[in-house]
């Protein structure tokens, strides 16, 4: 007789079906080392069980929040995501992953016009500065590059 298998966890189901639908499909192997997590861990969270040694009834799993969320984060799927599959706990320990959602941006004027350049709040100023003398470059390639294109008309 057949061994009944349990049902996938709503965040397992989740996880396999946005992986399975990456284009270049990813597999498990690759998707487990981009977690850091074992290809096994990770197969056992979206099948939600593990084989059980000599073969008896399966058994069900449940991934930490912080597996979850690893594995959430490698197959790039959002925070809300994770809550409406009934994982809150996941989703707050991916958004501690992904880092601060804040993001300014910097605007620097040149002589072919404004480049906008998103930075984080905590940019050191001279990072910022090396960031604006490479605006100012990128608008005076474009700008030229402009200039190159139109004559060709």
Known sequence: MARALPPPTP???L???VRESLRPRVSIPAAAKLAEVSE???????RGYR???GGENPIPVVGSASTVAHMAYA???AP???EKAGRADAAGVL??????????VMDVPSD????????????PEEDREELRRWGIQMARYLGERRQVDSTRE
């Not at 096994?40 to 979206?46: K, L, Q, S």
């Not at 072919?112 to 940019?123: A, Q």
């Open 11 to 13: 965040e397992g189901a």
């Open 15 to 17: 996880i396999r079906r």
């Open 40 to 46: 096994a861990t990770w197969g056992n969270v979206e």
């Open 51 to 53: 084989t059980a040694k």
């Open 75 to 77: 197959v790039g799927i």
């Open 80 to 82: 809300a995501d994770l």
């Open 95 to 104: 958004r501690e992953i992904q880092g601060p959602d804040e993001v300014e």
């Open 112 to 123: 072919h016009g404004l480049v906008m350049i998103p930075v984080s709040p905590d940019m």
